[in-house]
């Protein structure tokens, strides 16, 4: 391997083992709750934890006051694998349940430091130098480069390795789905393919939801692609929603199938993790990020109270839809028109694409 490649890669390693003797979110209990301990280290540990211990249907009930789990099903199974390998590797008393609450060893934190990197080495690594290399069309230099600034990126850096969020996985399996969507004109193989790895980004983490409006309006796009008819146009809407509702399937029955009681219908089940994952009941203001609601929430505007809280959700919802709407349009008119862009020109309209719709999500949605 050109030792260039070596140190682009190694760089990005390094910046990550760098941080990892720096204090953590929650350290010390610095964050305070007075029902929970610590914050998103003791969150991430504690889901190992209860993952390992109970019954997959309680995974999303248990204790919901201590860092109950309120990320879809896959990361939830990625805690129990976490989980499994620090009982085998750091002890059983890194995770037992309840009394391992607050549990802050030495190397229980090196173990989640390295767990962060193995998911950022096995999923975000190897997507990013896919995409660069096609960005790169032929230059190596070129491709090096876009690969350093998406891996040493401080924001990523910072979030992931520094306190624990495993985004990085989310948003590798999100380009990789883009690598396969863009690779052809027309939905076949490959799209299926995209498919899965966007729904497996989706039930990673619920942030994918961010990118979720450029993939339907780019496929949307290419099922009209030189397509004459109503029926070939459905033929490929079944390919595409076959390969999610399959992926779906499969990570969200298992709650069901192995379900402790037998009496629990499927609203019982499926309820809670809904309502974990997509927490509406905290409000437009509760995250008090830096988004549009809350910088009009100043004097004297102070729109939190001139606006019910029961109309919230709806104007959210409106204005996402209108700022992310151009993007929508010019992806489905990318993927529709007859005369197909190049492959990269495709890769890079859905990456802008999704960055504008993400940017939408982020500065006018619910967070």
């Known amino acids: 391997m050109h030792s260039k490649t070596v140190l682009v890669f190694l760089l990005p390693l390094l910046l990550r083992f760098l941080i990892a003797p720096f204090p953590h979110s929650g350290e010390g209990n610095h964050h305070g709750s007075k029902t929970a301990y610590g914050g998103d280290y003791e969150a991430q540990r504690h889901w190992m934890?209860?993952?390992?211990?109970?019954?997959i249907s309680q995974w999303y009930k248990y204790d919901l006051s201590y860092w109950g789990i309120d990320y879809p099903p896959l990361i939830a199974?990625?805690?129990y694998l976490m989980g499994?390998?620090?009982d085998k590797f750091v002890g059983e008393e890194s995770v037992a349940l309840l009394d391992s609450r607050g549990f802050e060893d030495p190397i229980m934190k090196i173990f989640m430091r390295f767990t962060v990197i193995f998911w950022d080495a096995m999923v975000y690594f190897p997507v990013v130098y896919l995409l660069c290399k096609r960005l790169?069309?032929?230059s190596h230099d070129k491709t090096l480069q876009l690969c350093l600034f998406a891996m040493i990126s401080p924001a990523m850096i910072l979030i992931d390795n520094g306190h624990f969020q495993y985004n990085n996985v989310c948003l590798g399996l999100a380009l990789g789905s883009f690598h396969f969507m863009t690779l052809s004109d027309t939905i076949g193989f490959y799209d299926g393919i995209g498919s899965v790895l966007f729904s497996l980004a989706l039930?990673?983490?619920q942030m994918g939801l961010y990118y979720a409006p450029a993939v339907f309006a780019f496929l949307l796009g290419k099922c009209f692609h030189n397509q004459q008819n109503i029926l070939g146009v459905m033929k490929n809407v079944g390919l595409l929603g076959g390969s999610v509702v399959g992926t779906f399937f499969a990570l969200w029955y298992p709650f069901f199938h192995f379900r402790q009681d037998e009496s629990e219908g499927s609203v019982d089940i499926y309820g809670p993790m809904l309502r974990r994952i997509f927490?509406?009941?905290?409000?437009?203001?509760?995250?008090?990020?830096?988004?549009?609601?809350?910088?009009?929430?100043v004097r004297p505007l102070s729109i939190r109270s001139r606006i019910p809280v029961h109309h919230q959700p709806i104007c959210a919802l409106a204005l996402t839809l209108a700022m992310m709407l151009p993007?929508?349009?010019?992806?489905?008119?990318?993927?529709?028109?007859?005369?197909?862009?190049s492959s990269v020109d495709k890769l890079k309209a859905i990456l802008w694409g999704s960055a504008g719709t993400s940017l939408s999500f982020f500065l006018a949605s619910f967070q």
């Open 136 to 138: 790169g069309q032929g």
């Open 84 to 86: 499994w390998a620090s």
């Open 203 to 205: 039930n990673w983490k």
């Open 327 to 341: 993007f929508c349009v010019l992806l489905f008119a990318m993927g529709k028109k007859k005369r197909a862009a």
């Open 279 to 297: 927490p509406f009941s905290r409000g437009l203001f509760e995250g008090k990020v830096s988004n549009i609601w809350c910088a009009l929430n």
């Open 49 to 55: 934890e209860v993952t390992l211990h109970l019954n």
């Open 77 to 79: 199974y990625g805690s």
